[in-house]
């Protein structure tokens, strides 16, 4: 018997354009679109169930197999390293991960840089690996006015088009890693709806190499 497929959708512009990926490989599901404050949709024709999540918590839905797979970004997914399988990479959502500060910024390596930022294990692992000594200074957002106020000497965030850094000029200095989202699946599930998922990962590998 087909088994029903639990998605966990990121809220935003970006689940929109994952939905839409999802509807149009066969896991349309109609009552999503219809205007509410619900959060878990499903239609057992196609066998699918959607829950829209914040988007960083949608590797643990998946992690804890609430959701048997979902769509995150390689930011979170490289911050929290969930125990999940990572099925494909949609190459949508695509920004960068980097460091940036005051235009006016020299870094004095004699002392410790203090680091602002929204992702501490990114940002630990950069600079351990660089052999310099940090402070993390940790944000929940607008982490861009951190060097505004001298709270910190640069940040690590997510760039995508680059505005918001040149709105409160501030440039990025180093990029640490590419960012895209990507399909992600719960390992139990995986082995016991193999089918399942296997064949919806296929459906949207093609829809993605066509496009
Ligand atoms: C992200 C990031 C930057 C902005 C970058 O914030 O933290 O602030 O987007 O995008 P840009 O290069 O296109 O300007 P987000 O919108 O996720 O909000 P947040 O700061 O509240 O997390």
New binding site residues.
Partial sequence: MKQMINVALPKGRLGEKVLNIFETVGYDCPSIHETNRKLIFENEEAGVRYFWVKPSDVSIYVERGAADIGVAGKDILLEYAPDVYELYDLDIGK?RMAVAACKNFHDNTERTLRVAT?FPNIARDYYGGKGRDIDIIKL?????IAPILRMSDVIV?????????RENNLEPIEDIVPISARLISNKVSYKFKNEEITTLAAKIKEYCLNR
Avoid: A, H, P
């Fill in positions: 920004c929204k929940n957002g607008s982490i861009e965030d997510i760039v995508e088009t680059g505005t918001t850094l």
